[in-house]
C-alpha cells in the first residue's frame, strides 16, 4: 500500500489483482476529488521512486520497447492503462482487465509508480512524438509506489494529492 500526499483534494486507492502469472490482471479504482467530468489518464511508471515527487518515477514502465498506445493495442507499454472518467462531483469508481500488467515474473509492476495525471491520454493517437511516448496525458500531481499487500498477488495504492 502506498499513501501518496500533495496540494490537491485527489485521494482513492487502485487495486491490482492477479490469480496467476498467466491470467489478466483486475486492476480496479475508487478516486475521489479530482476534476469533475474528465478523462483523467494514469499509468505505471519505470521506477519506484519519489524523492523528488512523480518526476522521479521515470517514463511509463516500458520492457518490451514499444510506443505509447491504448490498453487494448499491440503496440503499447505495459504501463499504458488509459484514462478513469469521473463523475460530475469529480469522483470515479471503475475497473478493467489487463493482459500485460503483470504481478509476477520479470515484468512485474511491483515496487513501480501509478502515476495520476492532470490531463487526458490521447492513448498515442495525438499526432506527434510526444503522443507516442507519453500520450500527452500532462502533469504528474499525484502519484505512489506498488507495494505488495499481505494477500497473495493484491496490491493497492492509496492516492492522496
Known amino acids: 500500500?502506498?499513501?501518496?500526499?500533495g496540494d490537491s483534494k485527489v485521494s482513492g486507492t487502485v487495486t491490482f489483482e492477479q490469480a496467476n502469472e498467466s491470467t489478466p490482471t483486475t486492476i480496479?479504482?475508487?478516486i475521489t476529488g479530482h476534476d469533475a467530468n474528465a478523462e483523467r489518464g494514469f499509468h505505471v511508471h519505470q521506477f519506484g521512486?519519489?524523492?523528488?515527487?512523480c518526476t522521479s518515477a521515470g517514463p511509463h514502465f516500458n520492457p518490451f520497447g514499444k510506443t505509447h498506445g491504448a490498453p487494448e493495442d499491440d503496440e503499447r507499454h505495459v504501463g499504458d492503462l488509459g484514462n478513469?472518467?469521473?463523475?460530475?462531483?469529480?469522483?470515479?469508481?471503475?475497473?478493467?482487465?489487463?493482459?500485460?500488467?503483470?504481478?509476477?515474473?520479470?515484468?512485474?509492476?511491483?515496487?513501480?509508480t501509478l502515476v495520476v495525471?492532470?490531463?487526458?491520454d490521447d492513448l498515442g493517437r495525438g499526432g506527434n512524438e510526444e503522443s507516442k511516448k507519453t500520450?500527452?496525458?500532462?502533469?504528474r500531481p499525484a502519484c505512489g509506489k506498488h507495494v505488495p499487500t499481505k494477500i497473495p498477488l493484491l496490491t493497492e495504492i492509496n492516492i492522496v494529492y
Open 117 to 120: 495525471h492532470a490531463g487526458t
Open 135 to 139: 500520450g500527452n496525458a500532462g502533469p
Open 49 to 53: 521512486d519519489n524523492t523528488n515527487g
Open 28 to 30: 480496479s479504482w475508487n
Open 1 to 5: 500500500v502506498a499513501v501518496i500526499r
Open 84 to 112: 478513469f472518467k469521473t463523475d460530475a462531483e469529480g469522483n470515479a469508481v471503475g475497473s478493467k482487465q489487463d493482459k500485460l500488467v503483470k504481478l509476477i515474473g520479470a515484468e512485474s509492476v511491483l515496487g513501480r
